[in-house]
């Protein structure tokens, strides 16, 4: 049985703020399914609920030497879906507001990366694979690789990096090398980018595997458009390199099930999905009609999102066309206002809903009919595979995830080919004529409805990426 170590910041449902937290809680479960020991390491946060807390037992406590420090550490497990989560706790580094944000999150990371390497012989769990993820776990790579590769039961752990975000790498002067990350000079040259610390650029270097959440954007990180200052030491490293599709949680995002939705329904009974419509339609007092086409976006309101086009041609697409739109997110704030003027313009068409809300979420996704998100760069992404769960036509660009998991609709006799509207430029322009053409589609009953089938029975569970993964790690049996 292969023995698998997950390293990373966040897992749904215990702390999360996004799509690495989504990836940490359904993954390893769908790994157990395939055979796997899969056991997941993430730090004990102040934001982790008493529910789950009450959960867990004390597995070991001892103490943490990181560069001058001697720092109390103590393992806590929990086992959810076949899979034992240990929580890394420490008041100190871990009871904050936020899961980051801090001016001390180096250190804070760095201990955690450092507890991980002591909790592996404290815990008698020696994983034939250590799978660290973004940043934040980059120096349990280092760590091992460095520090402890040397040592009694370590010299045959094999280290993957997986990398979701690119544009954040854990960047620092090199004056906290042996200061707070406990290197030295040694380290110097592994460590080093253009003159400081960058944890990212380190994994990648140290790990013997490194992965990304999509095909496509493992081949676009090797590029400088994408590569965010990194193309050029991954290309150096593309050997290792590989790109697995993230899934979703089928039990999570179930429309037929989902107790935060008014009415359940699946693809066999997708009739029912109007009425979801209707009931948001009354709670955000728009006009309720079942014949207008309702359009969502859900996410960040920042401009690598595809939000700056988005505000090229909403304006104009709302008040030619006989639509509706709902919006849920916030960010920039000049994002924030055209969104909100434009709700003040078409207070019959468009409502807008600066924050974030889970439960909100899959609401608007059960309810709309056609998804926006045009995207200029997305590592995986994960709302496009939300939305075609719930049955919702996806426009999106080519890019990333995006491209790997949505395929441009067409017929060819009755036969219907892709999954949703897609676009390759970075455009307004292509992003307007791609809606209208969803738009149009959509007021055709008969053709709505066999694309609606055909996107609500995609599959984008974790199964298939488990085997990938599975793959991936057996390559060091070879």
């Known amino acids: 049985m ?70 109390y550490c103590g393992i806590k497990s929990l086992k959810k879906d076949g899979v034992i989560y240990y929580f890394v706790d420490n008041e100190y580094y ?49 760590y091992l690789k460095c520090l402890y590769q040397s040592k009694a039961g370590y010299g045959d752990i094999r280290s993957v990096f997986t990398i ?13 090398l042996g200061d707070v990350f406990g290197l030295d000079v040694a380290q110097y040259e592994l460590m080093d980018f253009g003159g400081c610390i960058n944890l990212m650029k380190a994994a990648i270097v140290a790990a013997d595997t490194v992965s990304t959440v999509s095909p496509r954007y493992a081949e676009e990180i090797c590029t ?77 309101l920042v401009a690598h999102k595809g939000v700056d086009i988005m505000t090229e041609i909403l304006s104009k697409l ?53 998804f926006l998100m045009p995207s200029k760069s997305e590592p995986c992404g994960l709302a496009q595979m939300i939305a075609s769960r719930y049955g919702a036509i996806p426009v999106v660009r080519e890019t990333g995830g995006l491209y790997d998991s949505i395929k441009g609709y067409w017929e060819e006799g009755k036969r219907i080919h892709g999954n949703g509207f897609t676009f390759a430029g970075y ?9 209208h053409a969803a738009i149009a589609l959509w007021r055709n009953e008969a053709k709505r409805d066999r694309l609606m089938s055909k996107i609500m029975r995609t599959n984008f569970s974790w199964a298939a990426a488990a085997r990938d993964y599975l793959a991936m790690y057996d390559q060091f049996n070879a």
């Open 318 to 370: 709302t008040g030619e066309s006989d639509i509706q739109l709902v919006v849920l997110g916030c960010g920039d704030e000049r994002f924030e206002h055209y969104f909100t003027e434009l709700a003040r313009c078409f207070p019959d068409k468009v409502r807008v809903l600066l924050k974030y809300d889970r439960d909100l979420a899959k609401q608007i996704y059960a309810a709309c009919d056609i």
């Open 164 to 176: 979701h975000n690119i544009e954040y790498q854990g960047q620092y002067n090199f004056g906290i």
């Open 94 to 142: 871990f009871k904050r507001d936020t899961l980051y944000g801090s001016f001390d999150d180096g250190e804070r990371f760095a201990y955690f990366s450092m507890a991980v390497m002591e909790a592996i012989e404290k815990l008698d769990f020696y994983p034939d694979v250590l799978h660290a993820h973004d940043w934040q776990a980059a120096l349990s790579v280092v």
């Open 427 to 435: 455009s307004g322009a292509e992003l307007y004529e791609r809606t």
């Open 224 to 300: 400088p458009a994408y590569g965010k200052g990194l193309d050029g030491i991954l290309r150096e490293n593309r050997y290792k390199l590989c790109g697995i599709l993230n899934g979703i949680d089928y039990r999570y995002y179930n429309p037929a099930k989902d107790p935060a939705i008014p009415v359940n329904y699946s693809w066999r009974a997708r009739e029912k999905k109007p009425e979801n419509k209707l009931a948001l339609q009354s709670a955000l007092d728009l006009p309720m009609r079942r014949d207008v086409p309702l359009l969502a976006v859900i996410t960040r």
């Open 2 to 71: 292969k023995k698998i170590l997950f390293v990373g910041a966040e897992a749904m449902p215990f702390a999360a703020t996004g799509g690495l937290g989504d990836v940490l809680g359904s993954l390893p479960a769908a790994l157990s399914k395939e055979g796997a020991d899969v056991r997941v390491i993430l730090p004990l946060y102040g934001q982790v609920k008493e529910e789950w807390r009450a959960k867990m037992k004390t597995e070991a406590v001892f103490t943490v030497r990181l560069a001058w420090r001697e720092l």
